[in-house]
């Protein structure tokens, strides 16, 4: 089983949907998720963390983490044109260790 | 606002030779990481440094690439003997803690010919 998995991508929703992304993780040690934007060509750039069992919210972004099921979900609602790109999440041991999934790409399409 | 800054954003090199990409932190992180995406692939994890030492290293980062913090702002990636599979975006990160967000840096190119 791969450290960090992401939902098999490409994923396409239209203008104003939700957008849902998830991510699965095996090391039950994980203390830290991060969902990372990634435009083509460019470096990741942080959206959002969330280190705790529940859901944070913040603007049009929420994040859902589940410790017991090992899984964390990125919820876009009104999702615009740029919006499009690929969606990392980011996992982080106890050990200083951030892992990468393989990213799920997202296109909004008008 | 602070940065991670990567130098020198495109490097050629041929194969055989020895490459060192550097990166500047930002000041007041402790913890340090490089990553490499093949062009079309994931970001994969090569090593994360802290306190002076390597804390955390992949299976790809093999006795052909070494890290060093060389001067306290500094902190380069070298890679010996490079391969054509070598060519990738190399990227560097710094983070305060072990388990806070990481800050990346703009990545440098790196083509082996």
């Known amino acids: 089983q791969k450290e960090v998995e992401q939902n098999s991508g490409p994923l396409s929703v239209p203008e104003g949907a939700i957008a849902s992304l998830n991510c699965t993780y095996s090391d039950r040690g994980s203390q830290s998720f991060f969902w990372y934007r990634q435009y083509s060509g460019k470096s990741p750039e942080l959206i959002m963390f969330i280190y705790s069992n529940g859901d944070k919210e913040d603007g049009r972004f929420t994040a859902q983490l589940n410790k017991a099921s090992q899984y964390v979900s990125l919820l876009i609602r009104d999702s615009q044109p740029s919006d499009s790109a690929t969606y990392l999440c980011l996992i982080g041991t106890s050990y200083g260790k951030l892992t990468f999934g393989q990213g799920t790409i997202l296109t909004v399409h008008p | 606002e602070p940065e991670v800054t990567q130098t020198p954003s495109h490097q050629v090199t041929q194969m055989g030779q020895e490459v060192i990409l550097r990166c500047v932190p930002i000041?007041?992180?402790?913890?340090f990481y490089w990553y490499r995406q093949i062009l079309g692939q994931k970001v994969e994890f090569l090593v994360s440094?802290?306190?002076?030492?390597?804390?955390?290293k992949s299976e790809i980062f093999d006795d052909q690439f070494s890290v060093e913090r060389p001067d306290g702002s500094n902190f380069t990636l070298k890679i010996r003997s490079t391969k054509l599979e070598d060519s990738a975006m190399y990227f560097c990160a710094s983070s305060r803690g072990g388990h806070t967000e990481a800050f990346f840096g703009q990545g440098t190119r790196l083509t082996v010919v």
């Open positions: 000041s007041n992180h402790l913890y």
């Open positions: 440094f802290y306190n002076n030492e390597i804390s955390e």
